[in-house]
């Protein structure tokens, strides 16, 4: 109830104050679960994808321990289905409540970056989202936001089309890293590509 209240507000706000543009709604899947994978810009990004897509996708962010440290902050983003990580460590925790996510079928909202980029440019990808996406073996949406976030201009958000990463096969933890890495470079080579140049 919450998240559906949240979002109408912010729907009006977002669409209003930013002009909000669409593009690829054609390419978001009809079933879940799947795991949209965005690149970060601003603090809004998270909402401004929820009121992208329809109300029934309910998406599950994963965010920053840091914001739930506020009782009230933490209740709110609870009770919108966010769920807090550590991004100074491997959060194997935050890890095992992606795939319970997921496992009930909901969608989960990742930005593999770990961090707001300030220029708008991407940055390298932390290998969490790719592992989640491997392990799980559901599609990830490749999601672009470009903004900039100024009253009255128009911000876009480009969707692509899905795809899943193939399986992990090694023998070595190096082999292991090594292909992580790999698809973490893929997933944020899906997520360039929706961007201009300027901001690849």
């Not at 104050?17 to 669409?22: S, V």
């Not at 079928?105 to 991407?122: A, C, D, I, M, T």
């Not at 996406?133 to 470009?146: H, K, T």
């Not at 958000?157 to 023998?171: D, R, S």
Request: glycine share 6%; aromatic share 12%.
């Amino acid at each position: 109830m919450l998240y559906k209240f949240g979002r109408f507000v912010f729907s009006i706000y977002i669409k209003t104050a930013f002009r909000l543009r669409i593009s690829g709604m054609e390419n978001v899947p009809s079933r879940k679960p799947f795991i949209i994978c965005s690149n970060h810009i601003r603090w809004i990004d998270p909402v401004t994808i929820g009121v992208a897509l329809p109300a029934r996708y309910d998406i599950k962010f994963m965010a920053k321990k840091e914001l739930f440290k506020n009782p009230v902050l933490d209740y709110l983003f609870r009770k919108v289905g966010a769920f807090p990580v550590n991004r100074n460590e491997a959060d194997f925790g935050a890890i095992k409540w992606s795939y319970q996510v997921l496992k009930e079928g909901h969608v989960l909202g990742l930005f593999p970056e770990g961090s707001r980029s300030n220029s708008g440019k991407l940055q390298k990808a932390f290998n969490g989202a790719a592992l989640i996406a491997v392990r799980s073996g559901v599609p990830i949406l490749p999601v672009a936001v470009e903004g900039p976030y100024r009253f009255l201009k128009p911000l876009t958000l480009h969707i692509g089309k899905p795809f899943v990463l193939p399986p992990l096969v090694y023998e070595h933890r190096e082999d292991k890293k090594a292909q992580l890495d790999e698809m973490s470079r893929q997933i944020m080579e899906q997520i360039a590509c929706l961007l201009p140049e300027r901001l690849q």
